[in-house]
């Protein structure tokens, strides 16, 4: 069924999205959008208002196939598992699926989510041959760590349910779905150095004026120190990976 609409606001996003809500899928180009989701936001938008799964094509590259080796970014959340299963139909015709779990001890509610071995034993109900997978980031970020595995074992897929936390926390530390879906990767080294910097400039002055005022008897001072420093921490990849490490020996901490 074609479909040629005149779009009488600005609003493309809310339009597509409702045109596809009876669509199986929705195929969309990787935009010039950055970590923050500022500039043309309109495939990250589509994903979050349409309810409908979302092919995004890079930007760059040829891809004469797509859906012969998979790789599923396994976190189990209810996000990861509608996007698991929304690409049975790619799934099933794949010559290989791996369901791939990054630090998956440090994801929130360890003792209590489904493990990848889980997800592979539910897609196999579904004729889909998967196989479970476990790794740790390291002293790079998440999305980094998936963007790797995409490129040393060839991937052509990569399943993924995005936006699985509020906007002020990926704001704060980063999204993984922006960083490695919606970001080319030119523009995600640059925005992550001016993300680097921006967070850096906030976090002295913070801690600046938090000394300043810290003898006044309201905990004010205290306050801005503490935002400062958690500022710092988002912005260096050493202190991320303590709190990883931390969290795998620790998994009940929140």
Known sequence: LWRCNRIEHADMASEISSQALCADLIIAAQNEEDIFGLGSALPSRIVSAAGRPVLIVPRSGDFPKIGKNV???????KEATRASLDALPFLQKADGVK?????????????????????????ARHNVQAEAADTTSGPIAVSDAILNRLADENYDLLVMGCFGHSRLRETLFGCVTRQAVFCSDETRSRMMGMRRVLYISLAVILIVAGLIVLPLPIPLGAIMIVCGLILLVSVSATAAWYVRNYRQHHPTTD
């Open 71 to 77: 790789v599923i970014a396994w976190n189990g959340s």
């Open 99 to 123: 369901v791939l779990a990054i630090d998956p001890k440090c994801i929130e509610g360890y003792d209590n989510i489904a493990l990848g071995d889980e997800m592979a034993l539910c897609l």
